[in-house]
Every structure is written in C-alpha cells, then in structure tokens.
C-alpha cells in the first residue's frame, strides 16, 4: 500500500516537472525564442521629452486658438505651421498637424508614417494622447500625438462640423538627450 502512495506522489512530482517544463516552452515560443526584461525603468530622458511635449503642445494649442478668437483672416494653423517649421530646422524638435477626421482640407494632412497610422487610430478611438520610443542609443525619438478637436465656433465652422469634433492630432518627433 505504501508504495502505492509513493508511486502516487512521484508520478505528481513528474507531472508538475513536466507542466513546468511545457509552461516555459510555450513562453518561449510565443517570445519568438527570446526572453527580455521588462522595459519599464523610469527614464529620465524620455520623462523630458514627455515633459517637453506638454509644454509645447500647449503653448501651440493656446496660441492657435487665441489667434482664431482675436483676428479674422486665415486659419491660425497657418501660423502654426511657420512655427512647426522654424522648430524643425533649428533642430528642436518636428511637428505636424494630422488629420483624423477622415476629411482633411489637404491631402498631405493625412497620416503617412508608420506612428503617424497607428496614432491616428489610437485618438479616433478616443484617447486623447499616444507615444512611442523609436530607435536606440544616442538615436532614440519619441515620437507623440496630442488630439486636436474643434474647441471654437470659427473652426468648427470652417471645418464644417460641431464644436468638439475631432480634427485630427499634432504629431511630435523629439530627439530623447
């Protein structure tokens, strides 16, 4: 009798060796054969460029929509854009505006990257923010989106849609130092 109870207990031990041994297989298949660390250390230099982004995504938006409230003429975009274009070539940082709405005013507005796609779907879906780290070593980028609705009657308007509707998103693309 005793030894069916040892037997009992081994043929146990071989079983979970066993479950063991499968459940790591089947972690290791789906890893694609490797097996990394979490990358979920706080990194200081992409909390700056986070940092960074906020801060300019709202001096851009506060300025936009200060200038469509104050002064008629062309959409405050306009403007934006001039300063989107003198961050790039002092070397800041890239901006662009993106739409998502489906129907931009102008085709080069439609997504064309990769994360320019991918953040297109991430703020249609309705979250008003996504990111991204690309590259590696003194090469990394991140890489942010930050929704853009309709907030005044002019765009809304222009735009041919209701306050609050999507526009679309401004696309950033920092160097992480």
């Not at 003429?73 to 790039?88: C, L």
């Not at 930050?146 to 907030?151: G, R």
């Amino acid at each position: 009798m005793m030894s069916a109870v040892v037997r009992g207990r081994s043929y146990c031990v071989v079983c979970l060796i066993a479950s063991v041994a499968l459940a790591t297989i089947v972690a290791l298949l789906n890893y694609g054969g490797e097996v990394r660390a979490q990358e979920s250390k706080p990194d200081p230099a992409v909390d700056r460029a986070r940092a960074q982004v906020k801060m300019i995504d709202s001096l851009y938006k506060t300025a936009v929509v200060s200038i469509t409230n104050r002064y008629d003429g062309p959409p405050a975009i306009k403007v934006a854009k001039d300063v989107f274009e003198a961050m790039k070539k002092e070397g800041w940082h890239d901006a662009k505006l993106v739409d998502a709405s489906g129907e931009p005013q102008n085709e080069a507005n439609l997504p064309q990257t990769e994360f320019e796609k991918r953040a297109a779907e991430v703020i249609k879906s309705g979250k008003p923010y996504y990111e991204e780290v690309s590259g590696s070593g003194t090469n990394r980028v991140f890489n942010a989106a930050t929704v853009v609705p309709a907030v005044v009657k002019k765009c809304a308007t222009c735009h041919g849609m209701e306050v609050g509707d999507l526009l679309g998103f401004i696309r950033y693309e920092l160097p992480i130092k």
